[in-house]
């Protein structure tokens, strides 16, 4: 008896034993049923991935008896075949593991590793290329399109443009780069039993082979897709299908020929019909499935392992004027067409992996089952772990390398046993480990046996620190438990850099758009652009309105991109419209620390006025953040933006006065909260107020840096700034000199001319609004009266009608 006439059984008689109704929910029937050819176990050495989240987002790397073979915290993972793992970091492929978890390769930034075929991955960055498992280049390109090696071979191209926009151009590499078949046709498919489908520009359809010859004649086709050696299923354009041979004869027709696999494939020629196809003689295996009238047949995979499922559904007439409803039923088959197992009431079946296959159920008929080549149900221990399974089932990772499911569960009411959990199980039905939500809220990861995995030792002091993120005070029993000190350590080390990427890093510096990533046709990332200037270099930053030149000596391991450059892009990415302009004639450049750096600085100079000696006044810091917090985000010396805001500035560099040069500096990290737009920005700047009129200022515009990298960023900002030359020139005329500023003025915070129109005008607008908020309500007041009075007087007369009439 299967689980199914179980729990028809069960469902029927009300007098079931307590006993079977405890089996019934705590396992879902997984326990029920034999198999008589157990499944293999899971390979030596197989790996299996697992994200928690305690506190931290943490996924990592474990084997079949629990132990971590990696863990990474804030990132995810994600398999690349051929025993090669990613590690991504904001969806960036960061580093390269090899099927024990150990690093291959760390990766550029802002790079895409796809999966490995043949020894080689497409790597995506400013154009494609391909690496090995080492995280070599091996083929450096650069190609419009990459595809993987299929057979020796992997197709790649470029973009043609022509009058109508343009279209791309492929062909086919060999494994040493070299051009096997030219890039001629305007769309390929990978090579599959010697051959690949191509489209030409007329858009006709073929295959070629190896040696570039035209196989299968190129007729005007829907679709065309090579299936097994020497036959193909080809859609004409009247939605025909047709089996035919490597040389384009017709071997068999039907309305619908699909999901082909392993030799075989289904053909049907109406909803109700559906017959099996041998691929390799052309013949039918089984001519239709026999169904009522009012049903349909759906596959929803070819064949695997030599098993296959199919899905019939009938609707069924509602009872006592009920809606109509569908019943399913799931048939599997073999090979040869035979019916080997009928699911009656079951929703959803997987194709078989390593022998075994899942089945959903249903919420009402108990969830998940794993049943074997026959169909039958795998006894399934789950332990110690009481839990009812719920929802689809789904592999831990690609399903051909995935002998390890997932069941979905939700925990029975019990102490320890809070929210969903998770069951991971091996192809023989036994518990290998049990994700399980906390009470506190944290995830923990137990063994079969029960026992904790991960956390461990920090358990109360990561629930302290998850009450803390969702804003809520810790359980007493986490917060005496928990140890300072390792609260302490776990705060520091969960407060990581905001790793936004080198491209992002740049563009923000440069003032273009961040996201997407890129924004290029040529699909060039702006740190591979052409125009940067390589340090050692001297920069001189000069401009008609400025007195003199500002000398920039950059120094080796430096880039500088200069304002040409900058000014380019931004006409090339700005759409109509855009505000993004609002400083760019402050921009004269952006500094960077290698190719992909953590940090740029966007050089500018502003005109601030002359500075004359101070006055024996000491230089406050406080002082100058006043008279900050009165300007703009761009520079401490812009004129700032009308709109409410509110800037708090942390010191890195506190203002100091070089006599020798006649010069103030300061470096500072600042944070400016309800600017106009209602946005929020932040950043480190450096500003060296110099001789004559204008001031350097070197601006680093980041949403989030740690104290320590802030402070090692001001330093090297600091350095440049100091190298810096200034070559006075002529004195400006007298209508363009700018009113002398003491430092003492600077620094205790004089309101700018600017901030004072401001507020006067803020008071005008304050005053406008009251009047005309107090005109807009006399009008409703007049309107209201001229409405009220002549309704009070109509029924003031209606009743003084009333009583003559009574008194009549």
């Not at 497409?122 to 090696?149: K, T």
């Amino acid at each position: 008896m299967n689980f199914v006439q179980i729990y028809g059984a069960a469902k029927g008689v009300r007098t079931l034993s307590l006993a079977w109704l405890v089996v019934l929910s705590g396992v879902s029937g997984l326990a029920l049923g034999s198999n008589d050819q157990p499944a293999a176990p899971i390979p030596s050495g197989t790996l299996i991935p697992v994200c928690l989240s305690s506190w931290q987002n943490m996924c990592g790397l474990l084997d079949e008896r629990g132990r971590w073979a990696a863990q990474f915290v804030d990132r995810q993972l994600r398999y690349l075949d051929e025993g090669v793992w990613a590690v991504l970091d904001n969806g960036w492929t960061e580093q390269l593991l090899d099927a024990k978890g150990l690093p291959l390769a760390r990766m550029r930034s802002n790079t895409r590793v796809e999966a490995f075929s043949e020894g080689m991955a497409v790597l995506e960055r400013s154009g494609n290329s391909y690496l090995n498992a080492r995280g070599d280049v091996v083929l450096a390109g650069p190609y419009a399109v990459a595809g993987p090696f299929r057979e020796g071979l992997a197709r790649v191209g470029r973009f043609v443009r022509d009058p109508d926009g343009g279209h791309y151009s492929l062909g086919f590499i060999d494994p040493q780069g070299r051009q096997v078949i030219a890039e001629q046709y305007a769309d390929v498919q990978d090579f599959h039993h010697g051959l690949a489908v191509v489209q030409l520009v007329d858009e006709r359809m073929g295959a070629i082979d190896r040696r570039n010859q035209m196989r299968v004649p190129a007729t005007k086709r829907r679709a065309l897709q090579v299936v097994a050696p020497d036959r193909l299923i080809s859609q004409a354009d009247s939605g025909q299908d047709s089996l035919i041979d490597g040389r384009g004869r017709v071997l068999f027709s039907a309305q619908s020929i699909q999901r082909a696999g392993e030799g075989l494939a289904f053909f049907s020629n109406n909803d109700k019909h559906l017959g099996l196809l041998d691929l390799r003689t052309g013949k039918p295996v089984l001519k239709a499935f026999a169904g009522p009238e009012d049903s349909s047949w759906y596959v929803p995979a070819g064949f695997f392992e030599g098993r296959a499922w199919i899905h019939q559904t009938r609707e069924v007439e509602g009872r006592n004027g009920q809606e109509p409803r569908w019943q399913k039923r799931i048939l599997l088959i073999d090979s040869r067409g035979r019916v080997l197992h009928e699911g009656h009431g079951w929703q959803w079946a997987g194709r078989f992996v390593n022998g075994t296959a899942s089945v959903f159920v249903g919420d009402d008929g108990g969830g998940n089952l794993l049943v074997d080549r026959e169909g039958k149900t795998i006894g399934v221990n789950l332990g110690p772990q009481a839990a009812q399974v719920r929802e689809a089932s789904v592999s831990a990772w690609s399903e051909r390398e995935g002998p390890v499911r997932v069941f979905p569960m939700r925990a029975l009411p019990e102490e320890d046993k809070v929210g969903d959990e998770s069951a991971w199980v091996d192809s023989r039905g036994e518990l290998l480990f049990v994700r399980s939500r906390l009470g506190c809220g944290i995830e923990q990861l137990r063994s079969a046996d029960g026992q904790p995995l991960w956390p461990v030792d920090d358990v109360a002091e990561r629930c302290v620190l998850e009450a803390e993120r969702q804003q809520r005070q810790p359980q007493a029993q986490y917060l005496s438990a928990a140890d300072q000190g390792r609260l302490q350590q776990l705060r520091e080390a969960n407060d990581t850099d905001l790793n936004l990427g080198p491209e992002a890093v740049l563009r923000q510096a440069a003032g273009l758009p961040v996201w997407p990533l890129p924004l290029r046709s040529d699909d060039q990332y702006l740190s591979d652009r052409t125009g940067w200037v390589e340090g050692p270099a001297a920069i001189v930053l000069a401009s008609p309105r400025m007195s003199g030149q500002l000398t920039l000596h950059l120094p080796a391991g430096y880039r500088y991109l200069p304002p040409e450059a900058i000014a380019a892009m931004r006409r090339e990415e700005t759409t109509a419209g855009s505000t993004q302009e609002q400083d760019g004639d402050l921009t004269w450049g952006v500094i960077a620390q290698g190719k992909d750096p953590q940090w740029a600085a966007r050089v500018q100079l502003i005109r601030t006025g002359r500075l004359r000696r101070p006055s024996d006044q000491e230089l406050e810091p406080e002082g100058l953040a006043d008279t900050i917090r009165r300007y703009d985000y761009g520079s401490p010396l812009d004129a700032g933006a009308e709109g409410v805001q509110s800037t708090s500035v942390t010191w890195l560099l506190p203002p100091q006065w070089d006599d020798g040069h006649q010069r103030l500096s300061w470096g500072l990290s600042k944070l400016v909260l309800g600017r106009p737009k209602g946005n929020s920005v932040s950043g480190i700047t450096l500003v060296q107020t110099v001789q004559g009129n204008e001031s350097l200022v070197l601006n680093v515009p980041v949403y989030r840096m740690r104290p320590a990298q802030a402070a090692a960023v001001m330093q090297q900002l600091a350095l440049l700034a100091d190298a810096a030359v200034l070559q006075p020139g002529d004195e400006p005329a007298t209508e363009e000199v700018v009113s002398e500023r003491d430092a003492a003025s600077l620094i205790t915070g004089s309101k700018p001319v600017e901030l004072a129109e401001f507020q006067e005008r803020l008071v005008q607008v304050l005053e406008r609004d009251r009047e005309q908020r107090d005109e807009r309500i006399r009008s409703l007041l007049w309107r209201a009266l001229a409405t009220v009075i002549p309704l009070l007087l109509i029924f003031w007369a209606g009743l003084s009608r009333r009583k003559r009439q009574r008194g009549g």
